[in-house]
C-alpha cells in the first residue's frame, strides 16, 4: 500500500459559513508491467484521518479492510482510477472511474473516457496505458464533477461524472485530509503522480505547467540478443547437454520424492489442483513447527504460497473405494461457493494415499482454542455472539442460498476459524457433500464429531436437519464455555444439552452461561442464544428449526417459539453413539469408550469405526 497526503487537515470553512467547496487538478500515470497481468489502480482520497494501518492491500486500494468497508464511521470520499473488475464490489469493467463514500462500491461510475469538444462525443480512455492522464475534481454547490483528458487536452466542458453529494455529511467536523491511496497484489502495476494542484477557490487554483512535468518511467522488454559465433555455439550446444544429463538426473530425483496421483478425469480441475512440490515447499516439508491441529481426519499444516500469501493444508488419508472422483468434483465445486463468513477453499492436491485441502489460513486460530486453551484471552460476550452470528450465516448460505444444497456434517468449535479480527469463518470442508435439495445421506455415509450428532443420523442418515443439530450443541458450547460432551467432569453434567436444560428447569437458565465471562454479559441474549440451542438441539428433528429460522432468532428479528424444558424432544439425553457400520466419529473431547463392545481404534488418527454399538453420554 502506498499514501501521499498532504500532513495538515483541509478545513472547508466555519460552520456558519454555507459554501463548502474544493477543487484539484491532477496528473497521474499508471504504467504496466510488461507480459504480466497487472491492475489495481490509484484514488484521490478526502479522508478524517490519515491512519490507513488497519486497511488492506489489492482491492480495497490501501483505504479499507473487510470491516470497515461500508462503515459511516469511516469518513472517506474517494475518487477510484479502477484498473480491476471486482464482483465483490460490483465494478463494471476493469477500466472505470468510481465516486467512493465509505466504501468501494462506488455510488457513481463509468468507464473511462473524456468528451471531445472538436468531435462533440466522449472517446474511450485507457488508465493502465502509461500515458499521463490529467484529472479535475471539482466540488462546488454540493456538485461533485469528476473530467478527465489525455496529458495534450485542455480541460473538456462536459464531466465524465457528475454528482450531487452533502460533504459536510462525511465530514461532520468541517475538515479533511487529502491525498492519495493505492495497493498492489497478486495484480501489480505502478501509479505516479506527476503534478498536483489543490485549492478551496477556483480563483487560487494554481495552474500546471504541463510542459515541466516529470517523464513516466516506461518498463522495455528485453532485447533480443545478437546472433552467436559457430564456436560459442558448439560450446552452448555441449554445455546444454551436460546440463540436460544434470537436469535429468535431477528431474528423475524430484519426480521420485513430489509423485503425485493423476488421472485423465482430473483435467478439467486443472486450475484448482495444486502440485504436490509447491505444496511441500509452501510447508517447509510439512515442518512440525508448522502444524496447526491434528485431528481425526488428518493433520494441519501452515504454509505460503508466492501468489496467494499464507495458507492451510490439510493432509486426509483417501480411500479409492470411496468414490474419490465424486469426492474431488464435490470439493472443487465447494471451492466456488462465496460467503464473506466461509473459509475459502482454494483447491486439492492428491499424492499415494494422501489427499491435501488448500485453503486461506485463518490468523485466529478456531474458536475451540479461545474456550478451553489457557494461553488464549477469554472471548467477550459480544465476540461470542458475533461468531454465532457470523456462522449462522455461513450454513444459512450453504443449506439455501447456494445452487444446490451442501451439508458441512462437521460443525464444531474447532472447525470454526477466526481471523485476526475475530470475525468467525465456517472452515474444513474434508467432510462435506452436496444434497438434492432436502433429501436425505444414507446411514452408511453419516460422520460427526461426539457430542454434535443428532440421533437419527443412524437410521435416516445426514440432513440439513443434522446439520442445525450439531450448529445447536455449538451454540451452546460457545455460550457456556464447555464442550457438548465431557466425560471427565460429574455425570451429572457431563452431557451440555441435558445440563443446560436442568439449569432451566430450576428456574434460571443463565446459570450455565461460561463462568470466566465474570457476569459480563445481557442476560436476555444469553437467554435466547441457550433456548435456541436447546430448541436446535431437539432429538425430534421436525421440531428444529432451519437456519434461515436460527439466523433470524439469533438477530431478534423474530421470537422463539414457546416451548419449555419439558417439552418433548428438548434435553433429552441423546446417545452419543451410532448403530451402523461404516459410521465414522471423531472425538475432540478425549471420550473414554474402552469399555463399549465392537469397538476398533485407530492410533495414529484418533478416529474410531463403531459397528451396531450404542454409547450413551452418561456412562451407560
Known amino acids: 500500500m502506498g499514501h501521499a497526503f498532504f500532513n495538515r487537515p483541509f478545513e472547508f470553512g466555519p460552520a456558519s459559513s454555507q459554501s463548502v467547496s474544493f477543487l484539484t487538478h491532477f496528473v497521474c500515470a499508471l504504467v504496466p508491467l510488461p507480459g504480466v497481468p497487472s491492475g489495481h489502480g490509484i484514488a484521490f482520497v478526502l479522508s478524517s484521518s490519515m491512519d ?32 480491476v473488475q471486482s464482483a465483490e464490489f460490483e465494478d463494471m469493467d476493469k477500466n472505470h472511474v468510481g465516486i467512493d463514500v465509505n466504501s468501494l462500491k462506488s455510488i457513481d461510475n463509468a468507464s473511462a473516457s473524456y468528451y471531445s469538444d472538436k468531435e ?8 493502465l496505458s502509461s500515458d499521463a492522464i490529467q484529472v479535475w475534481i471539482d466540488y462546488e454547490d454540493s456538485l461533485l464533477n469528476v473530467t478527465l483528458a489525455p496529458l495534450i487536452n485542455q480541460k473538456p466542458s462536459k464531466p465524465l461524472l457528475s454528482r450531487t453529494i452533502n460533504l459536510t455529511s462525511i465530514f461532520p467536523d468541517r475538515k479533511a485530509f487529502v491525498g492519495f491511496s493505492s495497493a498492489t497484489g497478486s495484480l501489480n502495476s505502478y501509479q505516479y503522480i506527476l503534478g498536483w494542484s489543490f485549492s478551496r477557490s477556483r480563483l487560487l487554483l494554481q495552474n500546471l505547467d504541463i510542459s515541466n512535468l516529470p517523464t513516466v518511467p516506461r518498463f522495455k522488454k528485453p532485447k533480443t540478443p545478437k546472433k552467436a559465433s559457430p564456436p560459442l555455439i558448439a560450446l552452448l550446444v555441449l554445455l546444454a547437454l551436460i546440463g540436460m544429463a544434470v537436469l535429468g538426473g535431477v528431474y528423475l530425483y524430484r519426480r521420485k520424492k513430489y509423485a503425485e496421483v493423476r488421472e485423465p478425469w482430473e483435467k478439467e480441475y486443472g486450475p484448482l489442483r495444486y502440485s504436490y512440490e509447491s505444496l511441500h515447499k509452501a510447508t517447509r516439508g510439512f515442518h512440525k513447527d508448522g502444524r496447526l491441529g491434528k485431528g481425526g481426519f488428518g493433520e494441519v499444516y501452515r504454509g505460503t504460497l508466492p501468489l496467494l500469501g499464507d495458507i492451510a493444508v490439510k493432509k486426509l488419508s483417501h480411500d479409492a ?35 491435501l485441502l488448500v485453503s486461506k489460513y485463518m490468523e485466529g486460530g478456531s474458536v475451540d482454542q479461545y474456550l478451553f486453551q489457557d494461553d488464549r484471552p477469554t472471548l467477550s460476550w459480544s465476540q461470542r455472539i458475533t461468531i454465532l452470528r457470523d456462522i449462522a450465516s455461513a450454513l444459512c448460505y450453504l443449506h439455501t442460498g447456494a445452487t444446490q444444497v451442501v451439508l458441512h456434517r462437521d460443525i464444531k468449535a474447532s472447525n470454526v476459524m477466526l481471523n485476526g479480527n475475530l470475525q468467525g469463518f465456517l472452515g474444513d470442508f474434508g467432510m462435506a457433500r452436496f444434497d438434492d ?21 443412524a437410521s435416516t442418515g445426514t440432513s440439513s436437519k443434522t446439520d442445525v443439530y450439531a450448529f445447536g450443541a455449538f451454540m451452546l458450547e460457545v455460550t457456556c464455555g464447555r464442550r457438548p460432551f465431557d466425560p471427565d467432569i460429574p455425570i451429572e453434567k457431563r452431557q451440555l444439552v441435558k445440563w443446560v436444560c436442568e439449569c432451566w428447569r430450576k428456574g434460571y437458565i443463565v446459570d450455565a452461561i461460561d463462568t470466566r465471562l465474570k457476569g459480563k454479559f445481557v442476560c436476555g441474549e444469553v437467554e435466547i442464544i441457550l433456548k435456541l440451542g436447546l430448541l436446535c438441539t431437539s432429538i425430534v428433528p421436525e421440531s428444529r428449526p432451519t437456519m434461515e429460522k436460527v439466523v433470524q432468532y439469533i438477530n431478534r428479528h423474530q421470537r422463539l417459539p414457546v416451548f419449555s424444558p419439558d417439552t418433548p424432544g428438548i434435553g433429552v439425553l441423546t446417545p452419543v453413539l451410532i448403530g451402523v457400520p461404516s459410521l465414522r466419529i471423531t472425538s475432540s473431547s478425549r471420550a473414554s469408550l474402552v469399555s463399549a463392545p465392537s469397538v476398533s481404534s485407530s492410533s495414529s488418527n484418533n478416529s474410531m469405526f463403531i459397528s451396531h454399538t450404542i454409547i450413551y453420554g452418561d456412562g451407560r
Do not use: W
Not at 120 to 127: A, S
Open 321 to 355: 473405494e470411496q468414490g474419490m472422483k465424486q469426492f474431488v468434483a464435490e470439493v472443487v465445486t465447494m471451492g466456488s461457493l462465496q460467503h464473506k463468513n466461509l473459509v475459502p477453499l482454494l483447491g486439492y492436491c492428491r499424492r499415494k494415499g494422501e489427499l
Open 52 to 83: 490507513f494501518t488497519q486497511a488492506d492491500p489489492t482491492q480495497y486500494l490501501g483505504l479499507f479492510n473487510i470491516s470497515t468497508n461500508g462503515s459511516p464511521s469511516s469518513h472517506v470520499l474517494a475518487i477510484e482510477l479502477d484498473t
Open 120 to 127: 462533440g462525443q466522449n472517446k474511450n480512455l485507457t488508465l
Open 437 to 457: 435439495h432436502g433429501t436425505n445421506l444414507s446411514a452408511t455415509a453419516a460422520v460427526g464429531t461426539i457430542g454434535y450428532m443428532a440421533l437419527e443420523l
